[in-house]
């Protein structure tokens, strides 16, 4: 892996059109992308450290799925569909506790193993013989990879989490990932919008400059993208010992550490890994997190995310963790904003459509990606609401 820039060509004709507008507030678009580019991709349901335990369990509803992550009594972490096999009742109600050696279905009492096998129905004369293992949780398929636990709700054309993300593996590798704890939890939240409209303002730095004025401190002078290629991105930017200008930033630089354990590139660097179609990995010398991004509706948008430190933390560690965790806040508020006035411009007959930079590669090359997951959005205008399916499987052919 590059610890620069490569060398990225793009020619003065590239197409600087993103996605058209109407692919923003189409509800039956919409109901294609958690098939074919949401539900078949693999996605971040927790790290390893969220389920320490046998019996612990993590629950994650999106895309009109319910999934339960839990470590089994052998130590393996294991995912299922939170739906009882007997009349579709959650398994669990609450986001993560633990279950001792069973879980108990509320609704009538049904039990299953921690290896999702059925133990018993409730009553079970009630029923014919039954089949332990045909009426078991149904799976859902799950890797573990760099401590990450990752889902993916359906079959897709992407290979293994660890395959796609081996370009990455060397770079990552010396955080040690695996070994570290959650700080407050997976965290929660709403956006008013489309969630290609986080995804691009996510997916460049050209904005930096003038929006955000906390990371222009900290590394506006040493940032850059790379631009989505075989479903990875990645940003790296060195800090400025010198930022002065912000409070959070100032501290940062002064009490942040150098990692002895990272190369002598990112001991002083702030990471960002992406994973399409929504998901992606940061690192800081004193912590890492996740954080992603579902669709609710056509005009709302889940937001999701975890921070996490090194089990053995020192007190410099734990207080550039806190503000790293302030600057980051202040940027996703800053963000959360841009994402609304963007998205708001998408039903508007007065906006043709985004013209991007050279500097938005990877707003670009992000839609060449649903493009190819659907081809459907290579239209300029809507097929129409009860057309979208049928459309989009006449251009795939």
């Not at 294991?78 to 609450?94: D, K, P, Q």
């Not at 359906?154 to 700080?183: C, H, K, L, N």
């Not at 929660?188 to 904005?207: A, F, I, L, Q």
């Not at 003038?210 to 002078?221: I, T």
Request: include cysteine.
């Amino acid at each position: 892996m590059s610890l620069s820039p490569r060398d990225i060509s793009i020619p003065n004709d590239w197409d600087r059109r993103g996605l058209p507008g109407w692919t923003y507030h189409s509800p039956a678009l919409l109901e294609l992308e958690k098939e074919e580019v949401f539900r078949t991709h693999w996605q971040i349901a927790c790290h390893a450290s969220d389920v320490p335990e046998p019996g612990d369990y993590l629950t994650l509803d999106i895309l009109g799925e319910r999934a339960i992550v839990i470590r089994g009594t052998d130590g393996t972490i294991r995912a299922y569909h939170n739906i009882c096999r007997h009349r579709g009742s959650r398994l669990v109600t609450a986001e993560k506790g633990n279950c001792p050696g069973a879980l108990v279905c509320p609704f009538h009492g049904w039990v299953y193993n921690l290896d999702g096998s059925l133990r018993g129905p409730a009553r079970p004369r009630s029923f014919p013989p039954m089949d332990r293992e045909a009426f078991g949780l149904a799976p859902i398929e799950c890797e573990l990879w760099m401590g990450f636990v990752f889902l993916r709700f359906r079959p897709g054309p992407q290979p293994s989490v660890a395959e796609q993300m081996a370009p990455f593996a060397e770079e990552i590798a010396p955080y040690g990932f695996e070994d570290m704890v959650p700080t407050g939890g997976i965290w929660t939240g709403e956006s008013p919008v489309n969630w290609k409209s986080v995804r691009d303002v996510d997916n460049e730095g050209y904005h930096v400059a003038m929006a955000h004025p906390a990371l222009q401190d900290l590394y506006g002078a040493t940032y850059y993208d790379e631009p989505f290629s075989q479903n990875l991105s990645r940003s790296f930017a060195s800090w400025n010992p010198q930022a002065v200008r912000r409070w959070s930033v100032r501290n940062y630089v002064r009490i942040a550490q150098q990692n002895p354990a990272l190369p002598e590139s990112h001991r002083q660097a702030w990471v960002y890994w992406g994973l399409f179609p929504n998901a992606v990995l940061a690192a800081t010398p004193e912590s890492m997190q996740f954080y992603q991004e579902f669709p609710l509706s056509v005009g709302r948008t889940l937001l999701r995310g975890a921070i996490y430190r090194y089990r053995e933390e020192n007190r410099a560690q734990r207080l550039a963790r806190y503000l790293a965790m302030r600057i980051d806040r202040d940027t996703q508020a800053e963000d959360v904003q841009l994402t609304i006035w963007s998205n708001e411009a998408m039903t508007s007959k007065a906006f043709a459509g985004f013209y991007l930079s050279d500097l938005e590669y990877g707003v670009r090359t992000h839609h060449d990606h649903l493009r190819r997951a659907l081809p459907v959005m290579t239209l300029d205008q809507s097929p129409g609401e009860d057309r979208m399916a049928e459309a989009n499987d006449q251009i795939t052919g």
